[in-house]
């Protein structure tokens, strides 16, 4: 019995439920949807961080293209203050401007493999193709951004509570493993002194199993984005 305690405890691990994604703020759920759950926490970690950071870099170009610089000017400035994720591309933007090139197509190029970037993309290009004013559409393109990363958070509030219980009903079966071992009991000792009892720990253990990939489903669906129409 000893090894279904064990596959219990490394099930619970690896189906741990990791926060969802919602398709509004990264267009890669899809992608990622069967991707490992401790990858999926690192992607969703990564994308809340990127998320903030290019909002902090938007806010930069506002404030010194409000200041007076123009659009190479004020990229030269904000460059070395980028993280990394965004270094590269504003040292792209910034060599296409000083060509005398639109940068808005580079930054719609990166949006296509960094969805963090589309607001500023969409706002850049706006202002090469209508002349709409630069500093502003920056400005908004942060709140943009601010406001998708308050969105996650108050999705993973809402979600918390399920996750929580997903995770202590899981851990009440080791519970009773332990008020056994506390009596002198192993594990063995308890479930394996006939068959039927380990054909009961194996239906539990599956049926555990199945219990986490339903919850993670049904959380999937729940946060899913839905088309109003």
Do not use: K, N
């Amino acid at each position: 019995m000893t090894l279904a305690v064990i596959g219990l405890v490394l099930a619970a691990a690896l189906l741990w439920p990791g926060r969802q994604q919602p398709a509004s703020l990264s267009g890669a759920v899809g992608r990622g949807a069967g991707s490992p759950p401790w990858r999926a926490r690192r992607r969703a970690t990564g994308r809340l961080a990127d998320l903030e950071s290019m909002a902090a870099v938007a806010d930069l170009l506002a404030m010194a293209l409000r200041s007076g610089a123009t659009p190479v000017t004020a990229v030269a400035a904000v460059v070395g203050e980028a993280p990394d994720p965004w270094h590269g591309v504003l040292a792209e933007v910034g060599d296409e401007l000083a060509a005398g090139g639109a940068a808005g197509g580079v930054w719609r190029r990166h949006a296509l493999h960094h969805p963090e970037l589309r607001p500023v993309a969409g706002a850049w290009s706006l202002s090469e193709g209508l002349g709409v004013a630069l500093a502003p559409s920056m400005a908004t393109s942060a709140q943009v951004l601010r406001a998708r990363v308050q969105a996650r958070r108050r999705l993973d509030a809402a979600t918390a509570g399920a996750r929580s219980t997903m995770h202590l009903l899981t851990l009440l079966p080791l519970v009773g493993l332990l008020a056994g071992l506390a009596f002198g009991l192993t594990p063995w000792e308890v479930y394996g002194h006939s068959a039927l009892t380990v054909i009961s720990a194996v239906v539990g253990l599956g049926l555990t199993v199945a219990g986490w990939l339903v919850c993670r489903w049904l959380l999937a669906r729940a946060v899913a984005p839905r088309d109003e129409r």
